[in-house]
């Protein structure tokens, strides 16, 4: 299975502040990273497919890059409503894995 | 709209099988897969498999030994059946379907259900 490795667990900003959360996975994946916005007690929402293409109505504050086995999630002047954690998701092989997760907070 | 709402049990003795029902909208099993992904309290996600639109299907292979996704194309409906429950498998039991027909990320999610495997 391939693995995927996000850091930080967990991370602390203030509002207005650029953010960036970073993937890892174990092979090479082509591109093939989606992430993930989760809020407390609600379905996860996808932010970002194909590792740079925002999915829509998401906030152009969000950005991804990457290639390879290393990828980021991006963003900018970080919102109150951005507080939520954050999963990447390799869509390469089966199985289809997640990253551990990042806690976005606020300082 | 696209929409899928899960619903089953949400209490299972240890040892017993758990059955969920995903009911999905706004589209046509037979042209969209649908996955099931679950994610234990306060725990991240674990995609458990997929059922695609010719009704052929793919498991983590960590649960395949106890997995079966199944679905009834006339009532917009996809099963999951999982046997031997153990305390670990308490979590929130989700479907989730792709933007398109080729995996790049589920886009669409029900609301989940909490199953608790307890005694």
């Known amino acids: 299975d391939i693995q995927m490795t996000q850091s930080p667990a967990s991370l602390s900003a203030s509002l207005g502040e650029t953010v960036t959360i970073e993937c890892l996975a174990s092979?090479?994946?082509?591109?093939?990273l989606a992430w993930y916005q989760q809020k407390p007690g609600k379905s996860p929402q996808l932010l970002i497919y194909y590792a740079n293409s925002l999915n829509d109505g998401v906030p152009s504050r969000f950005s991804g890059s990457g290639s390879g086995t290393q990828y980021s999630l991006k963003i900018n002047s970080l919102q109150s409503e951005d507080v939520s954690i954050y999963f990447c998701q390799q869509n390469y092989d089966s199985p289809r894995t997640f990253g551990g997760g990042t806690k976005l907070e606020l300082k | 709209q696209v929409q899928l709402k899960e619903s089953g049990p949400g209490l299972v003795k240890p040892s017993e099988t758990l059955s969920l029902t995903c009911t999905v909208s706004?589209?046509?099993?037979?042209?969209?897969?649908v996955s099931w992904v679950r994610q234990p309290p306060g725990k991240g996600l674990e995609w458990m498999g997929v059922i695609w639109g010719d009704g052929s299907t793919a498991y983590n292979s960590a649960l395949k030994s106890r997995l079966s996704i199944s679905r009834d194309t006339s009532k917009s409906q996809v099963f999951l059946k999982m046997s031997s429950l153990k305390t670990e498998d308490t979590a929130t039991y989700y479907c989730a379907r792709d933007t398109t027909g080729i995996p790049t990320g589920f886009a669409y999610w029900g609301q989940g259900t909490l199953v608790t495997v307890s005694s």
């Open positions: 092979e090479d994946i082509y591109s093939n």
């Open positions: 706004g589209f046509s099993l037979t042209s969209y897969h």
